[in-house]
């Protein structure tokens, strides 16, 4: 059960839910459905709550089943992106917090072959390169300085999970959307509830030009070094004039990605309040991020960047 709560998409969680005899058009379950989904629609996230009483678990894992009906009803593309993504972070969230051994048990159910390893008196999980290769296609993790050895590549626990990331958002795309025929129609009047058009005026913040997907990639690879520079010469500047995002929605993007960056170097002085304040600067003086070259001298002692272009 707390496995099926934690990874609502997995085999245990299909098994749970198969042995509930639940009426799609179960009143209660569309409205926890469409709570669901107007959490992940307003927050871009799900949070994550260590929840004790079975009860609570199983009535979260059946949510799951209705917030996938409920966003398929809402017929957007954009929405659904948005509510996938947010369940992606959430079981992210949880597998921060698990032991290893779950988190080979999922990973291999997710058809990734990986295992412990002992090296250098630290815990690492190997991957075969090319396992690793086909998992991160957008360049989730920097390939630069992971250890290889005969075929594998070692990684720390973060490292791993930004390799999962991918897997675990194809699993909870797949099927996704439900075809309309198959929706029950009051599904439809629990959709027309939730007031999407506050919802898809972010869409227009959703697209980053073109010649700045360098900056998408780049806030998921932590880097050691430089990191106060990158905050108000890149992004900064990015997320509040170019994605044009509120001061609040950008400070928590780059403090999650600060939060990354101490993993590996945690002696930092950036804190809250100097990202708050270099959002509310580049907002005022309406600064432009650095330029692909520019950002390239920056970054040159912890990261090759022209790996991030394409």
Not at 222 to 237: E, G, S, Y
Not at 287 to 300: D, G, H, T
Request: proline content about 3%; charged content about 30%.
């Amino acid at each position: 059960m707390d496995f099926a709560y934690k990874y609502p998409f997995s085999d245990e969680a299909k098994q749970i839910i198969s042995e509930q005899k639940i009426d799609s058009n179960n009143a209660i379950y569309l409205n926890i459905g469409k709570i669901r989904v107007e959490e992940a629609l307003k927050n871009n996230r799900i949070e994550y709550l260590n929840i004790g009483y079975d009860s609570g678990k199983l009535e979260f894992i059946i949510s799951y089943v209705f917030a996938r009906i409920i966003i398929s009803a809402l017929k957007n593309y954009y929405l659904l992106d948005v509510y996938v993504d947010a369940e992606v972070k959430r079981c992210i969230e949880a597998m921060q917090k698990e032991n290893n051994d779950k988190i080979i048990y999922l990973a291999n159910q997710l058809k990734i072959n990986i295992n412990l390893k002992y090296l250098n008196k630290s815990i690492l999980f190997s991957i075969p390169i090319s396992e690793l290769l086909k998992n991160n296609k957008h360049n989730q993790l920097n390939l630069v300085n992971l250890g290889l050895n005969e075929g594998l590549v070692y990684l720390k626990k973060f490292e791993l999970l930004k390799i999962i990331e991918e897997p675990i958002k194809k699993s909870i795309k797949k099927n996704l959307p439900i075809s309309q025929n198959k929706i029950p129609k009051q599904a439809f009047e629990y959709a027309r509830q939730i007031k999407i058009e506050e919802f898809k005026a972010k869409e227009s913040e959703a697209r980053s030009p073109k010649q700045y997907i360098w900056i998408e990639k780049l806030i998921n690879i932590p880097i050691p070094d430089v990191r106060h520079r990158i905050v108000n010469l890149i992004l900064a500047p990015y997320f509040i004039n170019i994605r044009n995002f509120d001061e609040q929605r950008a400070f928590e993007i780059i403090s999650e990605y600060i939060e990354k960056c101490k993993q590996l170097e945690g002696n930092t002085k950036i804190n809250d309040s100097y990202i708050k304040y270099q959002c509310r600067y580049a907002k005022n003086k309406k600064l432009r991020p650095l330029s692909f070259e520019r950002a390239k001298e920056l970054l040159n002692s912890v990261l090759n960047l022209d790996d991030l272009k394409n």
